[in-house]
């Protein structure tokens, strides 16, 4: 009869063996659910990134190429203009071509700036969505560990229950002599 009791404790741990099998397998679709995830959102960082400096590309390039056009322009009214000093020559803007050398400098400086604090931004923002991404496998390690430990100790069980069943059924066994 102990036998009976041992088959029904061997079948709730089967079933229990099988929850353990389905959790792990979750856990492991979240992780790499997680991981494209996280993967998508550094894509889109990067790609934010890549466009803001872009614009600050774009928007230094055709600032210092106006002030390129305008030396160029005061040039050739200084070329045409006999005895024309070029460092005191003044342009209709009332700007000497040291002030659009100046002004082409400062705007290198600002560019730069201006770059430099976007990519440091932008790296923040990435490092936080890896410390999140690292947080997060670290816990779904921590999970699977414990899964697979409890799994462990299910088998351990159901190998020890099954030896039992066997031992009780031949104890059980009618002996013709």
């Known amino acids: 009869m102990s036998w009976v009791l041992l088959s029904l404790r061997k079948s709730e741990l089967q079933q229990l063996h099988s929850q353990y099998v389905a959790e792990d397998l979750s856990i492991s679709r979240q992780e790499r659910q997680d991981a494209r995830r996280y993967q998508y959102e550094q894509t889109c960082v990067q790609n934010d990134q890549q466009e803001e400096l872009s614009d600050l590309r774009r928007n230094y390039t055709e600032a210092k190429q106006l002030h390129y056009d305008a030396m160029s322009n005061l040039r050739k009214q200084i070329s045409q203009t006999e005895g024309a000093n070029s460092s ?10 040291d002030d659009y050398q100046r002004a082409i400098a400062d705007l290198k400086e600002d560019y730069e700036y201006k770059v430099n604090n976007t990519k440091t931004y932008w790296e ?53 002599s």
Do not use: P
């Open 124 to 176: 923040d923002e990435l490092a936080m969505i890896e410390t999140e991404a690292n947080d997060v496998e670290t816990e779904h390690e921590q999970d699977k560990v414990r899964v697979e430990t409890q799994m462990e100790a299910v088998s351990q069980e159901l190998q020890a229950v099954s030896q039992a069943i066997s031992q009780e059924i031949q104890n059980c066994t009618i002996k013709l």
């Open 88 to 97: 005191t020559f003044t342009d209709a803007a009332g700007k000497t071509l």
